[in-house]
């Protein structure tokens, strides 16, 4: 158990429909790492958060967007959904403090299936 | 944008064979790290990696840093049935509280009892 929840575990929805996925870091970790990971793409990086701002960006859609909340949990906003945009979306969290800066924990994922 | 080629993509060996896989980059990291994933689960991390040259061990796992920082690999020693998953690579430059893995495609490895 690496201490990252995320819910739900598994979301069915349809085309164009918009769906809200949670996050909570590990104890103590400040930053917020949201992945994607699809068959043919891989393990994607969208955008990571840290103490409530965003930091880093990565190949993230207009149509999702993201937050951290004062509490450090963190939700991943996904409108206008595609077929495509079913996927395993996975936060991560990091202390980003003392010698282990690079170290991110994942959390078990949110299968989202898109019909 | 930075791309980590993972090789090889998939290997199927016996029970207690040491396996080999290594991560190569066409740009720099300071950071290399080591995930396993088995299916529906989320990647764990096994080694992190954060000085050029450097040779990191846990358990019967091996990985060392490139000595150029493209590269990486990772050795698993006497292999048991409970290693099979896919294993993957990423690559990171921490900087100013901002840092994002680079995925590997990863190394799904099959271990036949």
């Known amino acids: 158990d690496s201490g990252v929840t995320q819910t739900p575990k598994h979301l069915i929805t349809a085309t164009g429909q918009r769906v809200t996925l949670r996050c909570s870091p590990r104890?103590?970790?400040?930053?917020v790492y949201w992945y994607q990971q699809s068959l043919d793409q891989g393990l994607q990086f969208l955008i990571q958060?840290?103490?409530?701002?965003?930091?880093a960006k990565g190949n993230i859609l207009e149509r999702f967007s993201a937050q951290q909340f004062p509490d450090l949990h963190s939700e991943l906003n996904l409108s206008s959904l595609e077929l495509g945009d079913s996927a395993l979306y996975f936060c991560?969290?990091?202390?980003?403090?003392?010698?282990?800066?690079?170290?991110?924990?994942f959390g078990p994922g949110t299968r989202l299936t898109v019909l | 944008g930075q791309q980590l080629n993972q090789s090889p993509q998939s290997m199927f060996i016996q029970e207690g064979e040491d396996v080999s896989m290594n991560c190569t980059s066409s740009?720099?990291?300071?950071?290399w790290l080591w995930y396993k994933q088995d299916p529906g689960e989320g990647p764990v991390l096994l080694i992190a990696?954060?000085?050029?040259?450097e040779l990191t061990s846990n358990g019967r796992l091996t990985a060392q840093f490139g000595i150029t920082r493209k590269d990486s690999f990772l050795n698993i020693s006497a292999s048991i049935p409970s290693d099979v998953g896919i294993y993957f690579c990423?690559?990171?430059?921490?900087?100013?509280?901002?840092?994002?893995?680079?995925f590997g495609k990863g190394t799904k490895l099959s271990v036949k009892p």
């Open positions: 991560a969290s990091s202390t980003l403090a003392g010698g282990n800066l690079g170290e991110q924990f």
């Open positions: 104890s103590g970790d400040l930053s």
């Open positions: 958060y840290y103490n409530g701002e965003e930091r």
């Open positions: 740009s720099i990291f300071n950071t």
């Open positions: 990696l954060y000085k050029a040259g």
């Open positions: 990423a690559g990171m430059n921490y900087g100013g509280s901002q840092g994002n893995l680079i």
